[in-house]
């Protein structure tokens, strides 16, 4: 059956964003994009809060539709147009990127019933705010995080609308020549 997990990059000081949702504080490197390829590969269903659809919606497909994209970017623009998605949200009206599936109510009981299902993980990509309040509901299951060497002091911080203790179990971890750390955690229950 597969685990919710929580894929993150994040700054040292804990903020998944700038004050603008950008994440240009952290460096793709070639370790960077082994680390991802790796993790993607567990991925059955991608998971998304609105804010981190609508960028992701917003810009993957025009890759697709870029001449002059890089054949990386290409093949990750491919993998993601063709995934399984879910967006969770209570204002968006639709979601009409290609095969994505909106849940507007009953979030709880809607994961409950997909992680019963069979298949690989449902991964949360970014998404803040929903991992919050999925782990406010005691519902995600592991936390992957790259953990980069900035501190940003500012920004959209991920745990700050948490309001319970959760307690991990390191399963993995990585120090790369960039000076990026790769977590990955259980949740003890």
């Not at 009981?109 to 406010?136: C, H, W």
């Not at 390191?170 to 790369?176: D, R």
């Amino acid at each position: 059956m597969p685990k919710l997990v929580s894929f993150m990059h994040l700054s040292l000081d804990g903020f998944a964003a700038d004050t603008q949702h950008q994440l240009n504080f952290f460096t793709y490197d070639t370790d960077l994009q082994q680390y991802a390829d790796k993790a993607v590969q567990t991925v059955g269903t991608a998971i998304y809060g609105r804010t981190t659809y609508q960028l992701m919606e917003s810009f993957w497909p025009q890759i697709l539709k870029n001449p002059q994209a890089a054949e990386r970017e290409k093949l990750h623009a491919e993998w993601v147009q063709q995934i399984p998605k879910i967006v969770c949200s209570h204002s968006l009206q639709s979601a009409d990127w290609n095969n994505t599936r909106l849940i507007r109510s009953d979030v709880h009981e809607e994961f409950l019933r997909l992680k019963q299902q069979p298949g690989k993980d449902l991964v949360i990509f970014g998404s803040p705010g929903l991992t919050a309040y999925l782990m406010n509901m005691q519902l995600i299951d592991e936390f992957k995080f790259t953990i980069h060497p900035i501190i940003l002091g500012t920004g959209l911080h991920v745990f700050s609308n948490n309001k319970q203790r959760h307690q991990l179990q390191l399963l993995e971890m990585e120090k790369m020549p960039s000076g990026v750390i790769t977590a990955h955690y259980t949740q003890v229950l």
